[in-house]
């Protein structure tokens, strides 16, 4: 018996050969010439005289290329060995369960690959230097009951810095408070967790305050919330390809989308910044948001609860959740497949299951959660005062700064898919590039609102999965696993030449 099962194939673009061909080279030349110019300094890494992004001060050896080439040759293999299996019968479920190990391990060895401490090493040191981020600092010098402190947020936040801390909500601060109480009563593990690490990661614990030693359960928390934010960087595989999937593309087609997440430039120089980590609950409110084909509508009002409930979780964390909400109201409200009081039944489901979300963090923390939203948006907006911006030159800036965060490569597909939909709208569900489009004019306006200028490409992390999901339409209509192959190949021979180029997450 055949070990394949036949699988319906799409409607297919007929690309001719000689486009496919084009393509292919263009990818190649847009990596080469984009890094090329970025690397002579005929564009800079953000606006001189404001704020650019700093060079390391140290260069890749022998040691980080070998492990380049490995990890770039290891996710080709093991990426042609998925594909294959997808087409396998009942290969499928196994495909899309091993793209979350096969993606936390690359995102992990292209790490190794960055220069002398700008790889692994960064991950505690980041997490520690109160300029890189400041919440662990929160947690260690100003927790010392949660509960009260989280009871005194809404006040205590509104003194607070226009940076990190001032603009975010507890979430982060929880997350550190967590992890430091976990290991410090379980001081034997953490000391085995420690043993057992990589030598870069001891190394920079040890150098992290020259002439002292951490405490057992600083090290390991700092280690542990910087696995957490990579292995919810990682988990992003399989919403994105759920979300692909309800945008009806064949499994194939949403298995070749994710598998590029992985390799997205911002989800690796970031790392292990928190914003790496709010893509997974971003893209899995807007997944659980869109109703399938064939989904009945109370599975679909079940859904938009559970999506409310995530944008919930979401806004406990960050203030970048209000675009998402954004965004998931407008897919609501243009979906033709309900009527208009169905659709507005799921808002309102929707809106349920975030105020319950909400209720339930009101109820627990002992606080007042739009208080604080208030505080961190007014804190936000001093930003501006205290770090002025030069309007257009950062419209700029941000617009390279996408282009090279999502992807040399996947921004020349986002535009391809954009032609091919304009070029064959009359032939095609707009419901398939729809969360893409909504997306873009989001990041749009939040551009042109003056409101968030200057580091969105790591800032705007959260919205490059659902970005990524209109280069289904590409997939669809050619060649899709000679193009994500290549794709993959050259994204990643991109992150590697940013590397040498700029470091994003340290203090400077």
Not at 350 to 361: D, E, K, N, P, R
Not at 369 to 395: C, D
């Amino acid at each position: 018996m055949s070990t394949r099962e036949t699988r319906p194939s799409p409607t297919y673009f007929h690309m001719p050969n000689r486009m496919e061909f084009s393509l292919l080279i263009a990818v190649c030349f847009t990596v080469i010439i984009g890094c090329s110019v970025l690397s002579s300094g005929l564009i800079p890494a953000g606006v001189p005289g404001e704020w650019v992004w700093q060079k390391p001060k140290t260069t890749a050896t022998a040691r980080e290329w070998l492990w380049a080439i490995a990890v770039i040759a290891g996710y080709l293999g093991a990426h042609r060995l998925l594909l294959s299996m997808l087409m396998m019968k009942n290969g499928l479920p196994l495909a899309i369960l091993l793209l979350f190990p096969v993606a936390g391990l690359v995102q992990a060895g292209l790490q190794r690959s960055a220069p002398d401490s700008y790889g692994l090493a960064k991950w505690p040191l980041c997490t520690y230097f109160e300029g890189s981020s400041g919440y662990f600092t929160i947690a260690v010098k100003e927790v010392a009951s949660l509960n009260q402190f989280l009871g005194d947020y809404p006040t205590w936040i509104k003194s607070q810095d226009c940076l990190h801390i001032g603009t975010h909500p507890p979430g982060l601060i929880v997350e550190a408070r967590l992890w430091l109480d976990f290991w410090a009563s379980r001081p034997n593990s953490a000391r085995l967790f420690l043993v057992n690490l990589p030598a870069e990661f001891r190394d920079a614990l040890r150098n992290a305050v020259p002439g002292k030693s951490l405490p057992i359960n600083h090290q390991a928390a700092l280690v542990s919330i910087a696995m957490t934010h990579w292995l919810l960087c990682a988990a992003v595989v399989w919403p994105l390809y759920f979300l692909v999937r309800r945008l009806d593309f064949q499994p194939e087609v949403a298995f070749s989308v994710a598998s590029i997440w992985p390799v997205v430039p911002s989800s690796i120089m970031f790392q292990p910044a928190s914003d790496i980590s709010f893509g997974v609950l971003a893209t899995s409110a807007i997944a659980l948001s869109l109703g399938g084909n064939r989904q009945r509508y109370y599975t679909s009002f079940i859904s938009s609860i559970c999506s409310g409930l995530i944008l919930a979780l979401g806004m406990f964390l960050s203030l970048v959740f209000l675009p998402v909400g954004l965004i998931i109201a407008i897919l609501l409200l243009s979906d033709n497949k309900y009527a208009i009081q169905k659709r507005l039944g799921r808002i309102l489901a929707t809106g349920l299951g975030f105020l319950s979300g909400i209720m339930a963090w009101a109820v627990i923390t002992k606080s007042n959660p739009v208080s604080i939203w208030l505080a961190n948006t007014r804190n936000h907006g001093r930003f501006y005062v205290e770090y002025p911006r030069s309007y257009y030159k950062w419209l700029v800036a941000d617009a390279g700064e996408v282009t090279f965060g999502i992807g040399l490569p996947a921004s020349l597909f986002i535009a391809l898919a954009i032609i091919i939909y304009f070029k064959k709208r009359t032939e095609m569900s707009p419901a398939k590039i729809k969360p893409m489009f909504v997306t873009i004019l989001t990041l749009l306006f939040l551009a042109l609102s003056g409101k968030s200028l200057s580091e969105v490409s790591r800032l705007w992390l959260p919205f490059f999965p659902i970005l990524l999901s209109g280069i289904a339409l590409v997939f669809e209509q050619s060649n899709s696993k000679l193009n994500n192959s290549w794709v993959i190949f050259w994204m990643m021979i991109q992150i590697v030449w940013l590397q040498q180029l700029i470091q994003v997450v340290y203090a400077v």
